[in-house]
């Protein structure tokens, strides 16, 4: 009898670090930060144009919008960064109201190079405006029907290494360019991102590791993980993180059984009234990950008055509000604690900077590789995505 059949088990750490560092002679994400910048940052710099309009969608705009509004939460760039990235008409028109066309310098990204949505705005912009070399820059990847397309109108070009996947291509050009255009210093997102790779592969940040393993032994106990981020500028990193979630690891692993955490991003304090009780008091199946800002670098601060009839609330009177929702978060935190059967940790982040997001993000994309090897996954196709794209191409050629 000859039987033959790769069993699924749960590899050791150890094993982890091999095949991580074994992707890293193919996997282009870990070495990003090695890039040279010196070119994008020449380039950019000599952009006139005070509005910069992403056109893309998923990998190709939701780690720069990520990025993006982090900062501005707290910085006063001189130029706007702006997304198209639906194809919902209403929201695309609002989006364009407030973007003066006539000074906007377009990016249009899309690393296949005939990405629906991206092509979809991209030629209704056409329609609203002149578009060419002056006031466009194309990224994709080389050889795609957009790199023609620039070519043809000597239209600048950036390229996308083909081992770079797009939830995965933040600090890659397709982050780097337009980030650079209003003024982000790309250099310290590179420092920030190198800081957690080389402290990864030195194993000096054993608690990724620790974290995927706890999530995988776990997983059919705990299959949902919450990601309470305690900024409203890290609302869109939340979108980021779902998408690198979902997309990484809900597949079909080496012996055709389904994978995946389920990811929920939540911002407090606001959803500490509507999503906490449910995970105060709903069913056990859910993990927490609280992410706070130590210094926001706003001191604004409650007026020291009383209100007639509100005397309770008098217990706010002069706190700043960056006090107020981190002590907000701490309680939260504590109360979630205390529960004693609801897994979490913190990721505290110490201020508003390049360098802090740009660490934040590099350990959730290191904590997905290490989750997706743990599982025995492809983390990096998502073949259940491109199904539903050849279906929707078959469904506009059959149009009437």
């Known amino acids: 009898m000859l039987y033959t059949k790769n069993f699924y088990h749960i590899k050791s750490n150890d094993y982890i670090y ?26 950019c710099h000599n952009i006139a144009q005070k509005h910069i309009v992403v056109v893309g969608i998923g990998g190709s705009s939701l780690g720069a919008k990520a990025i993006y509004e982090f900062l501005d939460s707290s910085r006063n760039f001189s130029k706007k960064l702006h997304f198209l990235e639906t194809t919902d008409p209403l929201s695309i028109n609002k989006t364009l109201r ?22 979809a705005n991209f ?12 006031n466009s820059t194309v990224i994709t990847q080389q050889h795609t029907a957009l790199h023609r397309y620039a070519a043809t109108n000597d239209t600048k070009t950036f390229f996308i290494d083909g081992n770079i996947g797009g939830r995965f291509s933040v600090f890659s050009v397709v982050g780097l360019v337009p980030l650079a255009m209003v003024g982000v210093d790309i250099d310290q997102l590179q420092v920030g991102s190198a800081k957690v790779i080389d402290g990864f592969f030195d194993k000096k940040r054993d608690e990724i ?33 779902v998408q690198l979630w979902g997309e990484s690891l809900g597949k079909l692993n080496i012996n055709g059984t389904r994978q995946g955490l389920t990811p929920v ?24 990950t609280f992410v706070k800002v130590d210094d926001p670098k706003d001191d604004t ?42 897994p979490c940790d913190v990721i505290t982040i110490t201020t ?6 740009a660490k934040l993000m590099t350990t959730f994309m290191l904590l997905v590789s290490c989750i997706g090897k743990f599982v025995q996954i492809d983390t990096y196709d998502q073949p259940g995505v491109e199904s539903g794209k050849k279906i929707l191409k078959k469904m506009l050629l059959a149009r009437d």
């Open 18 to 43: 091999k095949a991580l560092q074994e992707e890293k002679q193919h996997i282009g994400y870990y070495t990003q930060h090695t890039q040279e910048t010196k070119h994008i940052k020449q380039y």
């Open 98 to 119: 407030n973007i003066p066309l006539e000074d906007s310098h377009f990016c249009i990204i899309s690393k296949s190079g005939d990405t629906i949505e991206t092509i």
């Open 123 to 134: 030629k209704y912009l056409l329609s609203l405006c002149v578009i060419d070399h002056t």
């Open 209 to 241: 590791v620790s974290k995927a393993r706890f999530l995988v032994e776990n997983k059919n106990r705990f299959n949902i993980n919450v990601l309470f981020s305690y900024s409203s500028g890290l609302e869109s990193f939340n979108k980021w993180y």
């Open 265 to 288: 991003g939540l911002v407090g304090p606001i959803d500490q009234h509507s999503f906490l009780q449910l995970i105060m008091d709903g069913t056990r199946d859910k993990t927490v």
């Open 301 to 342: 601060t409650i007026p020291d008055t009383s209100l007639k009839h509100l005397s309770s609330a008098d217990i706010l009177n002069g706190i700043s509000f960056a006090k107020l929702i981190n002590t907000q978060a701490d309680a939260t935190i504590k109360a979630v604690q205390d529960k004693s059967d609801i």
């Open 352 to 357: 508003v900077d390049e360098y802090n997001i």
